[in-house]
């Protein structure tokens, strides 16, 4: 699958543990994105990267949350202290210069 | 803010019979819209988008800016577009291809 890659699929934390989600975007995409869904709503942007430059980043990204995406490749995002409202599916999808997005198929957290 | 209404979050028709999922949008400036399908189990990817007019699947959808809207059209439904679908608008310009989501509405139809 070429395809854009997530890991892990499943995430079980208990809360305030740390967590970190991989996210490979297909090869040459530049642009990357993630976002956050949870149960009956549509996804919700966090982040935007393009390269290893994060050039905007969503309200609902608080403090606790921490993107990056060095040498413009893999991305990572950390969740700090994870809290219940944490628990969301977390898409990310990437592009080239067009606007057709392409996402991963999703890591799913769940805090307990 | 800029807002995506999607009201049907459940729409159910039979095989053969016409289909419209609506979408309904709040911005000031000129958007530019996107329907995004999820087939059961997979990801989710762009069904369509209103600067190409184009035709996928059999669906078409058309922006009205008077009535801002984005209505998913297609005359006869088929199975396999049992889906998820949601409605969605970039903001802006530049490279930032950020997107709003509606809440979704998922179609089932019926054999």
């Known amino acids: 699958d070429t395809g854009v890659s997530q890991n892990p699929r499943h995430k079980i934390t208990k809360r305030g543990q740390n967590v970190t989600f991989r996210c490979d975007p297909i090869?040459?995409?530049?642009?990357l994105y993630w976002y956050r869904q949870t149960l009956g709503q549509g996804p919700e942007f966090l982040t935007y990267?393009?390269?290893?430059?994060?050039?905007?980043k969503s309200r609902l990204l608080s403090d606790r949350f921490s993107a990056e995406r060095p040498k413009g490749s893999f991305s990572t995002l950390e969740i700090q202290r994870t809290e219940q409202g944490d628990s969301a599916m977390y898409l990310c999808?990437?592009?080239?210069?067009?606007?057709?997005?392409?996402f991963g198929q999703g890591t799913r957290l769940t805090v307990v | 803010a800029q807002r995506v209404t999607q009201p049907e979050k459940l729409l159910s028709v039979f095989k053969g019979a016409p289909v419209e999922l609506k979408c309904n949008y709040s911005?000031?400036?000129?958007?530019?819209l996107f329907w995004y399908v999820q087939y059961s189990r997979q990801r989710l990817q762009l069904l369509l988008r209103?600067?190409s007019r184009e035709s996928i699947k059999g669906f078409t959808a058309d922006l009205n800016k008077g009535e801002t809207s984005f209505h998913l059209k297609k005359p006869f439904a088929q199975e396999e577009d049992s889906a998820m679908y949601y409605c969605?608008?970039?903001?802006?310009?530049?490279?930032?291809?950020?997107?709003?989501f509606g809440k979704g509405t998922l179609l089932t139809v019926n054999p």
């Open positions: 999808a990437s592009s080239t210069r067009g606007p057709e997005a392409f």
């Open positions: 090869s040459e995409h530049n642009r």
């Open positions: 990267f393009q390269n290893e430059a994060q050039l905007e």
């Open positions: 911005y000031s400036g000129s958007p530019e």
């Open positions: 209103h600067i």
């Open positions: 969605a608008l970039r903001l802006g310009g530049g490279s930032n291809y950020k997107l709003t």
